[in-house]
């Protein structure tokens, strides 16, 4: 007998036919004699429908209140498939976010579980009941609703399967695991069988949306063994897991690409202690996130800073830089939004060298211009024309022999 | 300054349009320099759709997940209703029924409300903020979410007025308050300025869907000033009060009718003790209701009784007396569904003389013949077919001058 979270994300959950199949799926695992703790998303489509709502009736709707009406999301997905278990004589409970004993900050719409309490969900599965928790929420210490990031859901389970001190964590989602690059962009990809943690925090963000990063961090910080499945299929998944030493005989895991990105540059600002600091701090308190950041130093101590947010931040990002290049006497500021990055991921590149020159020489075979490079110890990025992404991802994914 | 509790029922938040200008009724009262607690309840339509896509799920779906499901409907009434006061700036906060503080039963889809604890309520107000409850729904004291009878958020709002000591609690509708008779049958009905809790309580049990009749049980227990007024214009409303004294010189308040009555007989059972109790405990068991019941006694130490039960519960009901019948060795049972019941309320009854003759003549002026007859201190209520039901409500108004 295992203890054993499994999560079900939007598209699993969207009518009462697919919430009936997700419920013989749990009563398959919970007839082999498993505790079962189920973790479930809003059904698809219904958090933008209750976001495009809100802005109808307010241009900036408060956070607090925002989250109020997106946490019904999942509390509809949890009791409906809650029903769906007792229909087929299951016992079954459910459980909202704060109901399930997930501490979150106060941060509304963007908060983050600092704790869990079991206790409730244990004495439930002492019982003998399926537990059904919605994803995505929690409650404050104030006891206010809140709501986490968006693909918060993975999060959720893997905290709950972390504070519940579950045997295996499951995410079914609707692809069956983690690729070696996006089935939609190259010919023959190959499904992993494992990954480290750290693969997969780079290579969730850098564009590969299986999983939610932060659910990673949770799951490499608590060591929850997590599975990536099909919800729509028996295939076997993707386990992500503690970095061992053979996974380093791999030169690289994967290739991934994220085309929601923007570049900003600003041309000629002081080569001089604090102008990245000025940049970035106002960047910062605008609450955008900065991807890369690129700097190369000009001619007559100036120099030119580069860097990338997402496409849906770069309006506002540029503004702010417009009026600190004004202060730092910048000469330019200059806004492309048609570009992408391509990224390799891999602890094999700790330990095999030419890795970097490998992917290089397989852009400039394609004629891909690089714009950008960034690396880090288990990654590389470049940021390329938005045109090249697909040429891109399946030149590099041939240059590694990807596919055997 | 004044402390005004509304409710504003579905058909005022059914849409962002109707949201927008609920927000500003309550904006100008509170502008008016009053603190404000508002009341509401789940769009119109969305209730009914979501127990439908229960029974989509389950044949008999858990009281328990209704209830988790149910309540989806009302939180996402309250944060948009929140979020249009902020766009018009008027700082406002949601909270749920748990949140709230309303402690309930736990018969889950018809709890009832235990208590009140106004704390959070208060101390938001004391903010300057418009609080904002989610109605018909609580939380047991284990906090697991609850709803109220259908109806319940009028006593969700009345409750709601009496644990924090408010002024008055305005219900918002679709009707301007309350009526001598039901404006769509009599031609020429007056509104009420005043009624007592009694009488209102009378009209609600006896077919005037107006208010919920647990909620004017509260505003009569706890003494808590109720005024029924319309969400759509500015009319005064009607005032439920205390009796007073000259309310007994109205010989009746108005003429009230309920066609969901449905009626079964069952002839020649013993005429002896425990006849009654056999019959009315296993209906009872059922969670059936029963409404007006008489006995009569037959010849040969036989008895006659035939009752009346809500035309939804008439087969259950039916395939109960049946069983029920043969046991007790009776010679027939009958049922008939196209019965309607009328009523005549008013607490002058109690000091007016001949009020019954009176209500019996205006029917046989109609030869409308009477099936059936109830009363109690300030009610008196017939048994008709439906078909004279108009008929004989206009021409019970048209003899107590309830036009004038």
Redesign the interface.
Known sequence: MALIVQKYGGTSVKD?ER??AVAQRIIKTKEKGNQMVVVVSAPAGMTDD?IR??H????T??A???D??L??GE??S???L???L??QGHS???F?GP?AGILTTKTHTKARILNIDPDRIKTELEKGNIVIVAGFQGATED?A?TTLDRGGSDTSAVAIAAGIKADVCEIYTDVDGVYTADPRIVKNPKKLDTISHDEMLEMASSGAKVLHSRAVEFAKKYDVPLYVLSSFNENPGTLVTKEVESMEDVVIRGVTHDKNQAKITIFGVPDKPGTAFKIFNKIGEAEINVDMIVQSIGKDDKATISFTVSKTDLRQALEIVKEVGKELGSSEVLADEKVAKVSIVGVGMRSHSGVAARMFQSLARENINIQMISTSEIKLSCIIDENDVERAVQAIHDEFNLSE
């Open positions: 009462s919430i009936k209750l709502l809100a109808e009736i307010c241009d709707p408060p607090r209140e925002m109020m009406l946490a019904t509390q509809r949890i009791a409906l809650a029903m769906a007792c229909a079954a409970i459910s909202t109901q006891d609703i």
